[in-house]
T-cell receptor, first 110, second 121 residues
Framework: KNEVEQSPQNLTAQEGEFITINCSYSVGISALHWLQQHPGGGIVSLFMLSSGKKKHGRLIATINIQEKHSSLHITASHPRDSAVYICAVRFGDTGNQFYFGTGTSLTVIP | GAVVSQHPSWVICKSGTSVKIECRSLDFQATTMFWYRQFPKQSLMLMATSNEGSKATYEQGVEKDKFLINHASLTLSTLTVTSAHPEDSSFYIC?????????????????FGAGTRLSVL
């Protein structure tokens, strides 16, 4: 069974804090996305990873293929970072279909 | 970079009417597009896989006569919710797959649309 688990489910942070959201999956993958979903529902694709690490502004995403784990980090968090962050994984054996974590709801307090 | 455009971003309709949602790949050809649905506070769930020029493959439990998918060109797939009812109110997201040759190998890359919020009154 292909599974994607995210933690934590909910996270509240003070502005400026360093934030980490985790994603673990059960079998080998061919791609992993981090998505940001705003309160209105709109989805933004933040990163697409198959190995290593990527950085965009205050956001950093890492993936450890051996440990089947990815993390999304937000440095110097800001209230506008408040959103739901979703890990989406395409497993190597299925190829096409993405499986999604249940999301991490982040609230950054000023 | 490659972008997937979804339109409309938000639609409100009366019960019994049909609603069409468009998903376009803007600077690449997408032989395969995927449609997902997300109910409040739940994860995204795959509804169907759409291949250009052929019939869509629906996931178990998804009514193909209610959710009509047309993938008539390499850059456009449409999802039509027919005779919409309040229980169809949801967030619908498409993603498009680009097959690209990179370094001599075929790469399978998928991009997500921003989603469409459907509210049926």
């Amino acid at each position: 069974k292909n599974e994607v688990e995210q933690s934590p489910q909910n996270l509240t942070a003070q502005e400026g804090e360093f934030i980490t959201i985790n994603c673990s999956y059960s079998v080998g993958i061919s791609a992993l996305h981090w998505l940001q979903q705003h309160p209105g529902g709109g989805i933004v694709s933040l990163f697409m990873l198959s190995s290593g690490k990527k950085k965009h502004g205050r956001l950093i995403a890492t993936i450890n293929i051996q440990e089947k784990h990815s993390s999304l980090h937000i440095t110097a968090s800001h209230p506008r970072d408040s959103a739901v962050y979703i890990c989406a994984v395409r497993f190597g054996d299925t190829g096409n279909q993405f499986y999604f974590g249940t999301g991490t709801s982040l609230t950054v307090i000023p | 970079g490659a972008v997937v455009s979804q339109h409309p971003s938000w639609v409100i309709c009366k019960s019994g009417t049909s609603v069409k949602i468009e998903c376009r790949s803007l600077d690449f050809q997408a032989t395969t597009m995927f449609w997902y649905r997300q109910f409040p506070k739940q994860s995204l769930m795959l509804m169907a896989t759409s291949n250009e020029g052929s019939k869509a493959t629906y996931e178990q439990g998804v009514e193909k006569d209610k959710f009509l998918i047309n993938h008539a060109s390499l850059t456009l797939s449409t999802l039509t919710v027919t005779s919409a009812h309040p229980e169809d109110s949801s967030f619908y997201i498409c993603s498009a797959r680009e097959m690209r040759l990179a370094g001599g190998a075929a790469k399978n890359i998928q991009y997500f649309g921003a989603g469409t919020r459907l509210s049926v009154l």
